[in-house]
Protein backbone atom coordinates (compact mmCIF):
# COMPACT_ATOMS: atom_id res chain seq x y z
CA UNK A 1 0.00 0.00 0.00
CA UNK A 2 1.38 3.47 -0.99
CA UNK A 3 0.01 7.19 -0.16
CA UNK A 4 0.45 10.62 -1.57
CA UNK A 5 3.76 10.49 0.89
CA UNK A 6 5.14 7.26 0.53
CA UNK A 7 5.02 3.65 1.15
CA UNK A 8 3.75 2.57 4.23
CA UNK A 9 3.38 -1.19 3.83
CA UNK A 10 3.90 -3.78 0.71
CA UNK A 11 3.73 -7.51 0.06
CA UNK A 12 7.27 -8.02 -0.59
CA UNK A 13 7.88 -11.63 -1.31
CA UNK A 14 9.87 -13.72 1.68
CA UNK A 15 13.54 -14.01 1.38
CA UNK A 16 13.65 -10.97 -1.45
CA UNK A 17 16.72 -10.06 -1.08
CA UNK A 18 16.40 -6.69 -0.99
CA UNK A 19 20.12 -5.19 -1.70
CA UNK A 20 20.69 -7.45 -4.82
CA UNK A 21 17.00 -6.16 -5.89
CA UNK A 22 18.08 -2.08 -5.40
CA UNK A 23 21.23 -3.21 -7.42
CA UNK A 24 19.33 -4.73 -10.36
CA UNK A 25 16.75 -1.66 -10.23
CA UNK A 26 19.53 1.12 -10.45
CA UNK A 27 21.45 -0.35 -12.97
CA UNK A 28 17.95 -1.10 -15.08
CA UNK A 29 16.96 2.31 -14.36
CA UNK A 30 20.13 4.31 -14.35
CA UNK A 31 19.52 5.54 -11.14
CA UNK A 32 21.98 6.72 -8.65
CA UNK A 33 21.16 6.60 -4.79
CA UNK A 34 22.87 9.38 -2.44
CA UNK A 35 22.53 9.06 1.02
CA UNK A 36 23.23 11.24 4.24
CA UNK A 37 25.23 9.92 7.05
CA UNK A 38 22.41 9.96 9.44
CA UNK A 39 20.62 7.42 7.42
CA UNK A 40 20.92 3.39 9.05
CA UNK A 41 23.66 1.33 7.75
CA UNK A 42 22.18 -0.84 5.27
CA UNK A 43 20.95 2.46 3.31
CA UNK A 44 24.39 4.16 3.28
CA UNK A 45 26.11 0.51 2.20
CA UNK A 46 23.51 0.30 -0.75
CA UNK A 47 24.00 4.35 -1.65
CA UNK A 48 26.36 4.99 -4.42
CA UNK A 49 27.44 8.59 -2.49
CA UNK A 50 27.22 8.92 1.11
CA UNK A 51 28.40 12.40 2.54
CA UNK A 52 27.10 15.46 4.02
CA UNK A 53 24.90 18.02 2.88
CA UNK A 54 27.82 20.02 1.18
CA UNK A 55 29.43 16.77 -0.63
CA UNK A 56 25.61 15.74 -1.55
CA UNK A 57 24.90 19.19 -3.48
CA UNK A 58 27.79 19.10 -5.01
CA UNK A 59 28.18 15.65 -6.04
CA UNK A 60 24.21 16.15 -7.38
CA UNK A 61 25.48 19.15 -9.60
CA UNK A 62 27.73 16.88 -11.26
CA UNK A 63 25.16 13.91 -12.00
CA UNK A 64 23.53 12.93 -15.07
CA UNK A 65 21.26 9.86 -14.13
CA UNK A 66 18.02 10.45 -15.25
CA UNK A 67 16.66 9.18 -11.54
CA UNK A 68 17.92 9.99 -8.47
CA UNK A 69 17.09 8.73 -5.01
CA UNK A 70 17.68 10.92 -1.93
CA UNK A 71 17.89 8.91 1.24
CA UNK A 72 17.95 11.71 3.53
CA UNK A 73 14.91 14.15 4.29
CA UNK A 74 12.80 16.37 2.67
CA UNK A 75 14.62 19.41 2.15
CA UNK A 76 17.85 17.44 0.28
CA UNK A 77 15.12 15.68 -2.23
CA UNK A 78 14.21 19.23 -2.70
CA UNK A 79 17.98 20.64 -3.04
CA UNK A 80 18.84 17.93 -5.48
CA UNK A 81 15.50 18.59 -7.90
CA UNK A 82 16.61 22.85 -7.56
CA UNK A 83 20.13 21.39 -8.97
CA UNK A 84 18.66 19.07 -11.02
CA UNK A 85 15.47 20.49 -12.80
CA UNK A 86 15.27 18.09 -15.88
CA UNK A 87 15.48 14.88 -13.53
CA UNK A 88 13.47 12.68 -11.77
CA UNK A 89 14.05 12.89 -8.20
CA UNK A 90 13.09 10.94 -5.42
CA UNK A 91 12.78 9.73 -1.81
CA UNK A 92 11.44 6.77 -0.38
CA UNK A 93 9.12 9.12 2.42
CA UNK A 94 7.93 12.06 1.93
CA UNK A 95 7.05 12.08 5.59
CA UNK A 96 10.93 12.10 6.39
CA UNK A 97 11.24 16.13 7.17
CA UNK A 98 13.21 18.37 9.49
CA UNK A 99 12.12 20.18 12.76
CA UNK A 100 15.06 22.74 11.42
CA UNK A 101 13.70 23.67 8.75
CA UNK A 102 9.89 23.34 9.83
CA UNK A 103 10.59 26.22 12.66
CA UNK A 104 11.22 28.49 9.76
CA UNK A 105 8.24 28.75 7.45
CA UNK A 106 8.91 30.94 4.06
CA UNK A 107 6.43 33.55 4.95
CA UNK A 108 7.54 34.26 8.63
CA UNK A 109 11.07 34.66 7.37
CA UNK A 110 9.88 36.91 4.40
CA UNK A 111 8.45 39.55 7.43
CA UNK A 112 11.67 38.78 9.26
CA UNK A 113 13.71 40.14 6.20
CA UNK A 114 11.36 43.09 6.10
CA UNK A 115 12.08 43.90 9.78
CA UNK A 116 15.49 43.99 9.20
CA UNK A 117 16.41 45.62 6.06
CA UNK A 118 19.50 46.28 4.43
CA UNK A 119 20.82 42.65 5.52
CA UNK A 120 22.32 39.57 3.63
CA UNK A 121 20.31 36.72 3.93
CA UNK A 122 22.17 33.63 5.14
CA UNK A 123 20.00 30.47 5.17
CA UNK A 124 21.44 27.14 6.09
CA UNK A 125 20.60 24.35 3.98
CA UNK A 126 18.12 22.98 6.62
CA UNK A 127 15.36 25.12 5.20
CA UNK A 128 12.62 24.37 2.29
CA UNK A 129 12.91 25.39 -1.34
CA UNK A 130 10.32 28.73 -0.75
CA UNK A 131 12.96 29.59 2.19
CA UNK A 132 15.90 29.24 -0.20
CA UNK A 133 14.43 31.28 -2.86
CA UNK A 134 14.59 34.38 -0.28
CA UNK A 135 17.95 33.90 0.39
CA UNK A 136 21.03 35.28 -0.61
CA UNK A 137 23.57 32.74 0.27
CA UNK A 138 22.94 28.52 1.09
CA UNK A 139 25.41 27.49 3.78
CA UNK A 140 26.14 24.12 5.22
CA UNK A 141 27.79 24.01 8.75
CA UNK A 142 31.13 22.58 6.88
CA UNK A 143 31.29 26.07 4.78
CA UNK A 144 29.73 28.78 7.28
CA UNK A 145 32.33 29.81 8.56
CA UNK A 146 34.57 30.24 5.61
CA UNK A 147 31.23 32.11 4.04
CA UNK A 148 30.31 33.99 6.44
CA UNK A 149 34.25 34.67 6.77
CA UNK A 150 34.42 36.12 3.53
CA UNK A 151 32.30 38.88 3.53
CA UNK A 152 33.15 42.24 4.55
CA UNK A 153 33.06 43.03 8.32
CA UNK A 154 30.40 45.50 8.35
CA UNK A 155 28.18 43.48 6.44
CA UNK A 156 24.80 43.25 8.17
CA UNK A 157 23.34 39.64 8.12
CA UNK A 158 20.50 37.73 8.75
CA UNK A 159 21.23 33.87 9.55
CA UNK A 160 18.89 31.01 9.97
CA UNK A 161 16.89 29.33 11.04
CA UNK A 162 20.02 27.40 13.44
CA UNK A 163 20.57 29.91 16.42
CA UNK A 164 23.00 27.15 17.52
CA UNK A 165 25.25 26.90 14.42
CA UNK A 166 24.71 30.88 14.14
CA UNK A 167 26.09 31.52 17.43
CA UNK A 168 29.04 29.06 17.17
CA UNK A 169 29.42 31.42 14.03
CA UNK A 170 29.33 34.77 15.56
CA UNK A 171 31.59 33.55 18.83
CA UNK A 172 34.29 32.32 16.51
CA UNK A 173 34.15 35.68 13.53
CA UNK A 174 33.13 38.19 16.01
CA UNK A 175 30.27 38.90 13.63
CA UNK A 176 26.63 40.47 15.18
CA UNK A 177 24.28 38.17 12.72
CA UNK A 178 20.91 38.55 13.57
CA UNK A 179 20.03 35.00 14.33
CA UNK A 180 16.59 33.15 13.31
CA UNK A 181 15.81 31.37 16.51
CA UNK A 182 14.97 28.03 15.65
CA UNK A 183 16.98 24.60 16.37
CA UNK A 184 17.91 21.27 15.32
CA UNK A 185 15.14 18.80 17.91
CA UNK A 186 18.00 16.24 17.64
CA UNK A 187 20.94 18.61 18.35
CA UNK A 188 18.66 20.62 21.04
CA UNK A 189 18.80 17.54 23.46
CA UNK A 190 22.36 16.10 23.90
CA UNK A 191 22.66 15.68 27.92
CA UNK A 192 25.22 17.98 29.12
CA UNK A 193 25.39 15.95 32.09
CA UNK A 194 25.32 12.71 30.36
CA UNK A 195 28.67 13.87 28.55
CA UNK A 196 30.65 14.60 31.26
CA UNK A 197 29.91 11.40 32.66
CA UNK A 198 31.23 10.06 29.74
CA UNK A 199 34.00 11.79 30.15
CA UNK A 200 34.94 10.32 33.65
CA UNK A 201 34.02 6.75 32.34
CA UNK A 202 36.55 7.45 29.17
CA UNK A 203 39.10 10.35 30.39
CA UNK A 204 41.34 9.61 27.25
CA UNK A 205 37.76 9.79 24.88
CA UNK A 206 38.05 13.32 22.78
CA UNK A 207 34.70 14.77 22.46
CA UNK A 208 33.56 15.34 18.97
CA UNK A 209 30.60 18.12 18.39
CA UNK A 210 28.62 19.27 15.69
CA UNK A 211 27.85 23.27 15.71
CA UNK A 212 24.32 22.93 15.69
CA UNK A 213 24.42 22.10 19.30
CA UNK A 214 24.28 24.70 22.43
CA UNK A 215 26.95 26.61 23.36
CA UNK A 216 27.16 24.43 26.47
CA UNK A 217 27.31 21.08 24.79
CA UNK A 218 30.48 22.84 22.38
CA UNK A 219 32.67 24.12 25.41
CA UNK A 220 33.17 20.44 26.02
CA UNK A 221 34.47 19.95 22.52
CA UNK A 222 37.75 18.58 21.08
CA UNK A 223 36.54 19.28 18.03
CA UNK A 224 33.77 21.07 16.77
CA UNK A 225 32.77 20.77 13.15
CA UNK A 226 30.13 19.46 10.73
CA UNK A 227 29.53 15.52 10.53
CA UNK A 228 32.21 15.42 7.27
CA UNK A 229 34.90 17.44 9.71
CA UNK A 230 34.18 15.40 12.54
CA UNK A 231 34.81 12.09 10.38
CA UNK A 232 37.86 13.38 9.01
CA UNK A 233 39.49 14.55 11.81
CA UNK A 234 38.73 11.02 13.94
CA UNK A 235 39.79 9.40 10.83
CA UNK A 236 42.91 11.37 10.98
CA UNK A 237 43.65 11.72 14.73
CA UNK A 238 46.24 9.58 16.73
CA UNK A 239 43.63 9.00 19.15
CA UNK A 240 41.32 5.82 19.92
CA UNK A 241 38.31 7.06 21.67
CA UNK A 242 35.71 8.81 20.82
CA UNK A 243 32.75 10.47 22.35
CA UNK A 244 30.41 11.96 19.50
CA UNK A 245 28.05 14.58 19.95
CA UNK A 246 25.63 14.14 16.55
CA UNK A 247 23.00 12.16 15.26
CA UNK A 248 24.02 8.50 15.42
CA UNK A 249 24.01 7.46 12.05
CA UNK A 250 27.07 9.09 11.77
CA UNK A 251 28.83 6.60 13.44
CA UNK A 252 28.21 3.68 10.71
CA UNK A 253 30.71 5.33 8.71
CA UNK A 254 33.03 6.15 11.13
CA UNK A 255 33.52 2.76 12.31
CA UNK A 256 33.83 1.72 8.76
CA UNK A 257 36.61 4.00 8.07
CA UNK A 258 38.33 3.34 11.57
CA UNK A 259 37.95 0.16 12.75
CA UNK A 260 40.40 0.14 15.31
CA UNK A 261 38.97 3.30 16.97
CA UNK A 262 35.72 3.59 19.50
CA UNK A 263 33.10 5.57 19.25
CA UNK A 264 30.99 6.17 21.97
CA UNK A 265 27.60 8.27 21.24
CA UNK A 266 26.69 10.77 23.64
CA UNK A 267 23.51 10.32 25.24
CA UNK A 268 20.12 12.46 24.82
CA UNK A 269 18.49 13.91 27.93
CA UNK A 270 15.77 12.27 29.64
CA UNK A 271 15.56 9.07 27.63
CA UNK A 272 16.95 5.42 28.90
CA UNK A 273 18.59 5.27 25.26
CA UNK A 274 22.19 5.42 24.69
CA UNK A 275 22.22 7.52 21.67
CA UNK A 276 20.18 10.02 20.03
CA UNK A 277 18.62 9.81 16.91
CA UNK A 278 17.01 11.63 14.07
CA UNK A 279 13.34 9.81 14.01
CA UNK A 280 13.28 11.30 10.41
CA UNK A 281 16.13 10.46 8.88
CA UNK A 282 15.14 6.72 10.13
CA UNK A 283 11.94 6.34 7.79
CA UNK A 284 14.43 5.75 5.06
CA UNK A 285 14.31 1.77 5.29
CA UNK A 286 15.83 -1.25 2.37
CA UNK A 287 12.39 -1.79 2.00
CA UNK A 288 11.33 1.55 1.06
CA UNK A 289 14.11 2.60 -1.21
CA UNK A 290 13.10 -1.01 -2.95
CA UNK A 291 9.89 0.50 -3.55
CA UNK A 292 10.77 3.94 -4.63
CA UNK A 293 12.94 2.13 -7.08
CA UNK A 294 10.45 0.00 -8.35
CA UNK A 295 7.75 2.10 -8.70
CA UNK A 296 9.94 5.42 -9.08
CA UNK A 297 7.70 7.20 -6.36
CA UNK A 298 7.35 9.34 -4.04
CA UNK A 299 8.85 12.25 -7.05
CA UNK A 300 9.71 15.67 -5.24
CA UNK A 301 8.62 18.25 -6.84
CA UNK A 302 9.10 22.32 -6.76
CA UNK A 303 8.06 25.01 -8.51
CA UNK A 304 9.96 26.51 -11.47
CA UNK A 305 9.77 29.64 -10.26
CA UNK A 306 10.75 28.40 -7.01
CA UNK A 307 13.71 26.56 -8.26
CA UNK A 308 15.35 29.89 -10.45
CA UNK A 309 15.25 31.55 -7.43
CA UNK A 310 16.61 28.91 -4.89
CA UNK A 311 19.10 28.07 -7.41
CA UNK A 312 21.10 30.79 -7.35
CA UNK A 313 21.98 31.12 -3.36
CA UNK A 314 22.92 27.45 -3.88
CA UNK A 315 25.34 28.05 -6.97
CA UNK A 316 26.90 30.73 -4.91
CA UNK A 317 27.23 28.21 -2.01
CA UNK A 318 28.82 26.17 -4.01
CA UNK A 319 31.31 28.52 -5.87
CA UNK A 320 32.39 30.19 -2.52
CA UNK A 321 33.12 26.46 -1.09
CA UNK A 322 35.93 25.66 -3.87
Known sequence: MKTD??????????????????KRLKEEKNAVVLAHYYTVGDIQDAADFVGDSLALAQIAEKLDNPVIVMCGVHFMGETVKILCPDRKVLVPDLNAGCSLADSCPARDLERFIAEHPGHTVISYVNT?????????????SGNALKIVGSLPEDEKIIFGPDRNL??????????????????????????????????????????????????????????????????????ESGHKEFIVATESGILHEMKRLCPDKTFIP???????????????MKLNTLAKLYLTLKYELPEVTVDPAVIDRARRPIERMLEMSK
Open 128 to 140: SADVKALTDIVVT
Open 266 to 280: APPEDTACGCNDCSY
Open 5 to 22: KGFVEEEIPAGLDLKAEI
Open 166 to 235: GNYINSQTGRRMVLWDGACHVHEKFSLDGIVRLKKEHPEAKVLVHPECPAPVRLLADKVGSTAVLLKWAA
